[in-house]
């Protein structure tokens, strides 16, 4: 019994990060709001396809990226406003990025399925493109699942939502789950994927020991025609392949719960700034660290009362958000 008992322990860490994905759980949301473009999203570039970045807006930043750690799966996502559904982008201020149960239930009458986030996409008079890095599939039974959310209502024949897994080392380059271009009337011969959540999955045992990147297309040109993702995951037997520095392996940050006063312990890394922000995506202070790369104590204590709070850490490596306690 003993015996057994220690390979579960064993393994247990190995069964952990077997599982790679994404719940939009890591980065605060916000809690959309266009009164006075108080909580928007914005992007003023109507001409050519672009990376977007994150957007300082008055409640917060509104996070559209983020880079992989761990066994969270990061991601990117290009606007084309050149396509039919553009040309306005996000130049006129959208509900679109990591948004709060709170947003989420107000725009769809649902709560996300899986924690208290989930990523919130309208009107994007263009199209998006999310791009989520490459896995390895190492394991002999890969699988795929996500959730969506296709708000219901009329949807224009230019819009469209298509959901393909890219495969590299593979013979087959490309698996389609979901695409309503090939349909005669677009996202509107869905009538029965539309208003609830629904759960896209795959089996990728035929692809076991390729590479496998997640790629999401959306169109749309209208407040009322409405994406929502959650809860996506590759699972099991995946590592994350990704060429990126590894922040959190390089930053910490303790004690945690903590007082007020938190320490970043830094391995050589050139930090530009810390912002803390609440749970509703708040920012609370903003710290400029002037790229100093040894460790740093932050006192917060007359910043902050009792509560979680999230920690963003920016560098010249990417950002780093960790969670924190305030007692």
């Not at 994905?21 to 003023?44: H, I, K, L, R, W």
């Not at 769809?108 to 890095?133: C, K, R």
């Not at 460790?295 to 990417?318: A, C, E």
Request: hydrophobic share 40%.
């Amino acid at each position: 019994m003993k015996n057994k008992l220690l390979f579960l322990i064993l393994l247990l860490p190995s069964l952990i990060m077997s599982q790679v994905g994404n719940g939009f759980e890591n980065t605060p949301g916000v809690t959309f709001d266009a009164v006075s473009n108080a909580c928007q999203y914005f992007d003023t570039n109507t001409t050519t396809a672009h990376t977007l970045t994150n957007y300082n807006a008055t409640c917060g930043l509104v996070y559209v990226t983020e880079a992989s750690s761990g066994t969270t799966l990061g991601y990117s996502i290009v606007l084309d406003p050149t396509t039919p559904n553009g040309p306005v982008g996000f130049s006129d201020g959208d509900y679109f990025g990591v948004a709060t149960s709170a947003s989420i239930q107000s725009e769809l009458g649902f709560a996300p399925p899986e924690g208290t986030q989930a990523f919130f996409m309208d009107d994007v008079d263009g199209t998006v493109t999310m791009t989520f890095d490459q896995v390895n599939l190492v394991g002999t039974n890969p699988q795929f699942s996500m959730q969506y959310f296709l708000d219901d209502t009329n949807w224009d024949i230019l819009d469209f939502f298509r959901v393909t897994i890219q495969f590299s080392d593979c013979a087959s380059p490309t698996l389609t789950l979901i695409d309503t271009t090939t349909e005669t009337n677009g996202i509107d011969d869905l009538p029965g994927l539309q208003g609830s959540w629904q759960s896209l999955s795959a089996d990728l045992s035929a692809n076991a020991a390729c590479k496998a990147q997640l790629v999401i297309e959306f169109s749309s040109n209208s407040g009322v025609e409405q994406l929502a993702l959650d809860a996506i995951t590759f699972i099991p037997g995946l590592t994350l392949n990704t060429q990126s520095f590894d922040l959190d392996a390089a930053l910490s940050v303790y004690p945690n719960p903590s007082n007020g006063q938190i320490t970043i312990k830094n391995n050589g890394i050139a930090l530009e700034a810390v912002t803390v922000s609440d749970i509703n995506g708040r920012v609370i202070k903003t710290i400029d660290l002037n790229n100093i790369t040894t460790s740093t104590v932050l006192d917060l204590s007359t910043d902050l009362t009792s509560g979680l709070y999230f920690v963003t850490i920016t560098s010249g490596k990417g950002n780093l958000v960790k969670k924190v306690i305030i007692k």
